[in-house]
């Protein structure tokens, strides 16, 4: 999750030259492509899908972030509650209102999101024209710890089994659920597998020694920082053995945040993973990084500068600019090809591609 929707543009960033092929269909989808769920919300932005293939088609599980239209005098949002979506409305001279942050506000020393988010099915036979098939269930929030919606799904095929990992939101604080399918229909959920604050796990597409691993973002604003961990299991239930292995770099495109994209991919010369990273604007770029085969706790390269830089009108003005994020990816038949689908400015989804040598090129 790049951040909840909300209007700012940064600076520009320095020129950087990426390695992306962008898709000359850019945007592949907008908020207006994608019906809301129900009357009297509006879809604010479109983020960050996680990618599939399912059927002999491509398929995006995208994040719709959602709310009511706005009324002069008026701040409004959703909430999910047990009998269903509730429509908040607060005065803005209400003395009991912090509404100085446009993503979160604080009302009688409760936080909330200004938007709703839930996942969204849709599928392509090209990889370029997306559309919404019928039958197929809008994922939302369930239960308390999902009170505020779900966010920036990642999907791992293994053992015949696609698992869903996403970034569950309440006024408990924000953590990783987890649900899992074989048809794309019926969902088992496993609660929450990641307890706050904590969010971007990519589950490894692959065992390595019996084990599943997975890489996550636990947040720290006192000691430490937005770091990347890796963890591993017995089941892909119940994780533990974490450890730090990437780091935001002060100074560098990277000095904010890092955080975890999709799953990583097998090379021969490592698992290779594509991640984000955000500077103190809040500027979001691509970068890459290289683990051992078969101890993925070891980090064997990094980029030093980022392999996609925010530079297309799409991606440095939206809902939030400056902003190129994935959490989802296919590889090609070529085997050096990979198509990166990804969030644009917070708004927009997108599609771009990248040479696997090429990017290992850049590996120091």
């Known amino acids: 999750m790049s951040g909840s929707c909300f209007p700012q543009l940064p600076e520009q960033p320095k020129c950087m030259k990426d ?37 002999n088609k491509t398929w995006l599980i995208v994040r719709v972030a959602e709310r009511p239209q706005q009324q002069e005098g008026i701040i409004s949002f959703p909430i999910l509650t047990e ?3 509730r429509i908040m409305e607060i005065p803005k001279n209400d003395p009991e209102l912090d509404a100085s942050d446009a993503r979160v506000i604080n009302y009688k020393g409760t936080d909330y999101l200004t938007t709703l988010s839930h996942l969204r099915l849709v599928c392509s036979e090209d990889g370029i024209n997306f559309y919404e098939p019928e039958h197929y269930p809008k994922l939302i929030g369930e239960g308390i710890l999902q009170a ?29 659920g987890l649900r899992t399918t074989t048809d794309w229909k019926h969902f088992k959920s496993h609660g929450m597998i990641l307890p706050p604050h904590n969010k971007d796990v990519a ?3 692959e065992r ?73 604007k809040h500027q979001y770029c691509l970068g890459a990084f290289l683990l051992d085969l078969e101890d993925p706790t070891r980090v064997i390269a990094r980029t030093e500068e980022p392999i996609m830089v925010p530079t297309a009108s799409y991606e440095l003005s939206g809902f939030f600019g400056h902003v190129v994020f994935t959490n989802g990816h296919l590889v090609k038949d070529d085997g050096d090809t990979i198509t990166v689908y990804y969030g644009a400015a917070d708004e ?11 990017i290992v090129s850049l590996l120091k």
């Open 208 to 280: 390595i020694n019996g084990k599943f691993y997975m890489l996550h973002r636990p947040s720290s604003v006192d000691i430490g920082g937005n770091y990347i961990w890796i963890a591993s299991s017995p089941d892909g239930l119940h994780w533990g053995d974490h450890r730090c292995i990437v780091k935001a770099r002060p100074g560098m495109w990277d000095s904010a945040r890092v955080g975890a994209g999709a799953a990583p991919i097998k090379t021969e010369k490592g698992w290779l993973e594509i991640y984000h990273g955000a500077n103190e």
């Open 148 to 176: 505020f919606g779900i966010e920036d799904c990642r999907v791992t095929m293994l053992d015949g089994r696609y698992y869903l990992t996403f970034t569950a939101v309440s006024e408990n604080g924000v953590g990783v």
């Open 19 to 55: 390695l992306a092929k962008r898709f000359p269909q850019n945007p592949l989808l907008v908020p207006g492509d994608i019906p809301p769920s129900h009357p009297g919300l509006e879809v604010a932005c479109l983020l960050n899908p996680g990618v599939f293939k399912y059927n």
């Open 83 to 85: 009998t269903g979506i």
């Open 203 to 205: 589950i490894f597409e």
């Open 348 to 358: 927009f989804v997108c599609a771009a591609d990248f040479s696997i040598h090429e």
